[in-house]
């Protein structure tokens, strides 16, 4: 044995006592924050249809639609919209189209999506004339 191979021996030593030595201290220190009560809530990531945001892959949307149509509908103070019910989105005349401007622009943006699903569920079709405009405030 040389001097150069006992040197680095020890050092390799000591490297892998330190790592065994900080190891036990991490251990230590997830076993005292796990005893002192607080237990660990998990992280819930699943998508809510307040954060639906259309895309294909999620296919929220879809589920949103579902669970909505099981709730009673929810009006964003725009019942006199309800006059129009069962109109296609082409027959509005630029004055009809004006009257569903004046509710999707007095609302916050994050209501949008939820109008859009009570208009579809009163069978309230969205003129033409505003879809571009809802479709931009909803994010898409």
Not at 66 to 83: G, S, V
Request: proline fraction near 3%; charge should be negative; hydrophobic fraction near 40%.
């Amino acid at each position: 044995m040389t001097i150069d191979t006992f040197g680095a021996r020890t050092l390799m030593i000591i490297l892998v006592g330190i790592l065994i030595g900080l190891g036990l201290i991490v251990a230590m220190c997830t076993v005292l924050t796990r005893r002192s009560g607080e237990k660990e809530q998990p992280v819930l990531n699943a998508p809510s249809c307040a954060t639906c945001d259309g895309s294909p892959a999620t296919r929220c949307e879809q589920e949103c639609m579902m669970e909505a149509a099981t709730k009673e509908i929810e009006y964003y103070d725009d019942e006199e919209l309800d006059a129009f019910r069962g109109r296609e989105a082409h027959e509005y005349s630029d004055e009809e189209a004006e009257a569903f401007r004046e509710v999707l622009y007095t609302m916050r943006q994050d209501d949008v999506a939820g109008w859009n699903r009570s208009l579809v569920l009163r069978g309230i079709h969205l003129p033409n004339q505003v879809k571009d405009e809802v479709v931009m405030m909803m994010g898409g």
